[in-house]
């Protein structure tokens, strides 16, 4: 490769722009990441433009011959939908009411592993446990114990009670569910926040006599902020798309489907290809916007990135 | 240079997993050694065995010309169903014969995905076999699979509780309050949970009362008077002391087991109850009986829904002349005798219903054909998953119906559900 002829200019601008060496490495830094952009464009983009594309079309799987192009129609077929709206409000409850528990216990629970002086390890193992069981044997466990006949807690409610055939006892125990499950990550990733907080900083606040709720509100909190706004839209995320417990629990039936049931159902029992691609692109954009949020207006980075003047 | 080296190593391990790949895809292309054909059979899993022994029987009669290989689809029928209907939108050449629950050949049919039997192949895939049990496999008037078994469902009671078995609904209600006054098991087992178990039962109660779910051509919905008099009788039990309270959630199997823990008096449900309770409560079985479906309407007979597997061939089969003949063996007569006395499932040939062997085994199988003969079919349309959860979502939770508001919000559902459109909650 032949250098390039530099002329008066570029030596005059140089101190402003990148040196030579520093512009080459930029580009093969560029030319090393190429393949993992290819592949991550390959097996991400590709299937979210093609969701798109199909969202764009009346396309059922039972009737291939009278696929045709609708533009904006299926949109509008779920826009003006009651059905997508309940189902919107149920995943907006469902996440809303579930990250805030788990936010509160975690940090609870993010404390006691921080703080514990016996078997540290063995709080921390125990606490991790429900995070380590798959999902969906979870949800079977949970489901086999609401049940009555087969299990130990609906034995324990007033007979005859059937919790997971009504929509608001089964909601309730759908997010107990997640709770249960994610509140482990939860603590995870804040005790991770707990170990930003110097220890030096509380302890002068102990000695300028503070309470320990004033030290977890004045002091522990806002250093572990970025922590919890990384936790918060974790989970958010993951919360919004809840589809698992569910399914498992009560297959979306009695008003307790979320938009993930939803476009499940359209796409997988009523092949309607379209309408079910305009659901998973709606959601994409949902999730999106909640990532926008906290990004733009919460300012969430990752704990390390943030700017120098926190 | 390390780097290089295990750069080097990486894409060689990855050739080689390619290559294990590629030789276990190989693998499964279906012509064999010896020009030996293997044909792919999906259908619903067996544990009685049954099914296997007839794939074996098939191979080994065919003299040569193919084994089949039978697949074991998952257990719950949207699970089949999912399976299958992936399998066939990807042209999958691998699904020679397909095992399919009597709501879907019309579906299947539309999309192209199932062959038709037509001239000789048509003639002997229908000989013998229930009428009611052919029309399930026959969508526009073509015939697009063979029935393989049938199934209807009895009413199962405990002749300790009750002496003579209720012939309508209301008879049914009645017995149920008085056992529970008398402090006895009383419960009425029925598929109640929001499912297509809970289309089936309507769709019985409302030919019961002598309508339709659809109009003749399947192009609009019927229902009428004698839809709000079904929800009538499904709300009925649900606020009486018949209903479990584990109704909303019950399907065909809570239902047997809890007829089998000794809560319920009437089980409403598939003959496959009838060995396993044999099995699993040997000193309740001797109380165990069976009676005719109970009726909406004394005058009339109840017009239970037929169920049960149809077999179709594979649109995109290499092998669809021997897939046909392989279909034709798996339903022959001594395939469906083992079916029935292995499986528990009820035959589609009518003449097996007077066989010694099969009655010896099937003390029901008089009523069962009586059943079958008046049996009423699902709602036929490519469209029926899209009917069914119309008809399971409004009248989910049973005691929650308001019969003449959910038969009317139901007409706009299935409106919009046979012409595809909109959203399936």
């Not at chain 1, 993930?260 to 029992?269: A, C, E, K, P, R």
């Not at chain 2, 399919?100 to 038709?116: C, H, K, S």
């Not at chain 2, 209720?166 to 008398?182: G, V």
């Amino acid at each position: 490769m032949t250098p390039p002829t530099r002329t008066r200019d570029d030596a005059v601008r140089k101190p402003a722009g990148p040196s030579r060496g520093a512009r080459e490495e930029r580009r093969l830094g560029l030319l090393l990441c190429a393949p993992a952009v290819v592949v991550i464009l390959a097996v991400t983009a590709y299937p979210i433009g093609y969701a798109g594309y199909l969202s764009l079309q009346r396309y059922d799987l039972r009737f291939p011959d009278q696929a045709h192009w609708v533009g904006l129609a299926n949109y509008g077929a779920v826009l003006t939908s009651p059905i997508w709206w309940q189902a919107l409000g149920i995943t907006v409850l469902i996440t809303v009411v579930s990250v805030a528990v788990e936010l509160a216990l975690g940090l609870a629970l993010a404390l006691v592993m921080q703080r514990a002086l016996l078997g540290r390890g063995t709080v921390r193992t125990a606490v991790l446990v429900p995070y380590g069981i798959v999902t969906v044997v979870a949800a079977y466990s949970w489901q086999y114990a609401w049940t009555p006949g087969t299990g130990y807690l609906a034995a324990l409610l007033p007979a005859g009670s059937a919790p997971l055939t009504e929509q608001w006892p089964a909601i309730g125990l759908i997010i107990l569910a997640e709770v249960w499950k994610t509140t482990p990550f939860m603590a995870l990733l804040l005790l991770a926040g707990l170990a930003l907080v110097p220890d030096e900083t509380v302890r002068a606040a102990m000695v300028d006599g503070a309470t320990f709720g004033q030290r977890l509100r004045l002091v522990i909190l806002p250093l572990m902020k970025p922590a919890i706004l990384v936790a918060l839209l974790f989970r958010t995320l993951d919360a919004f798309r809840i589809f698992d417990d569910i399914y498992v629990l009560t297959g979306g039936s009695h008003g307790t489907g979320s938009v993930s049931i939803l476009g499940y159902d359209n796409l997988f029992t009523a092949l309607n290809l379209g309408i079910g691609s305009a659901i998973s692109v709606l959601i994409f954009v949902c999730v999106a916007l909640i990532a926008l949020v906290f990004v733009k207006l919460f300012g969430t980075a990752a704990p390390g990135t943030e700017p120098e003047h926190r | 240079m390390p780097r290089v080296h295990s750069l080097r190593t990486r894409w060689a391990s990855a050739a080689a997993g390619l290559a294990v790949v590629a030789s276990t895809l190989a693998g499964c292309g279906n012509s064999g050694q010896n020009g030996l054909v293997t044909l792919n059979w999906y259908n619903f899993p067996d544990d009685s065995g049954a099914l296997q022994q007839a794939a074996d029987h098939c191979g080994q009669q065919s003299g040569g010309r193919y084994t089949i290989r039978y697949n074991k689809l998952p257990r719950g029928a949207d699970g089949q169903r999912q399976q299958l209907v992936r399998r066939m939108a990807a042209h999958d050449a691998d699904v020679d014969i397909l095992g399919l629950d009597v709501t879907w050949p019309a579906e299947f049919a539309e999309a192209g995905w199932i062959r038709e039997w037509t001239g000789q192949l048509h003639d002997r895939g229908t000989a013998d076999t229930l009428d009611a049990a052919v029309r399930t496999a026959t969508w526009q008037g073509r015939l697009y699979a063979t029935p393989y078994n049938s199934n209807t469902q009895l009413l199962w009671y405990r002749d300790d509780l009750v002496r003579t078995p209720p012939r309508t609904w209301a008879e049914m209600l009645a017995t149920a309050q008085d056992l529970a006054r008398a402090g006895k098991p009383h419960y009425v087992e029925v598929q109640g949970a929001q499912y297509e178990g809970l289309t089936v039962w309507f769709n019985t109660l409302v030919t019961s009362a002598g309508g339709a779910i659809l109009t003749p051509d399947a192009q609009a919905p019927s229902l009428g008077p004698p839809a709000v008099a079904a929800a009538k009788v499904m709300h009925d039990l649900a606020t009486s002391a018949a209903a479990d309270p584990s109704l909303p959630n019950q399907m065909e199997d809570q239902n047997r087991l809890a007829m089998e823990s000794g809560t319920a008096a009437f089980e409403l449900n598939y003959p496959f109850v009838y060995p396993s309770m044999k099995a699993n409560q040997p000193e309740l079985f001797p109380h165990f009986h069976w009676a005719p479906y109970p009726a909406v309407t004394p005058d009339r007979p109840a017009g239970v829904t037929i169920g049960g597997i149809d077999l179709a061939v594979g649109a995109y089969s290499r092998h669809a002349d021997l897939a046909f003949a392989a279909t034709l063996c798996l339903r022959s007569r001594d395939n469906q005798l083992t079916n029935a006395l292995k499986g528990g499932l009820p035959p589609s040939l009518r003449s097996l219903y007077q066989d010694a062997e099969l009655t010896r085994s099937y003390p029901f199988a008089a009523d069962v054909l009586a059943a079958l003969d008046t049996a009423s079919v699902r709602p036929q349309t490519p469209a029926y998953q899209n009917v069914s959860i119309a008809v399971s979502h409004t009248l989910s939770p049973p005691a929650g119906i308001r019969p003449e508001n959910d038969v009317a919000d139901l007409h706009r559902q299935i409106q919009d559900a046979l012409g595809s459109k909109g959203l399936i909650p």
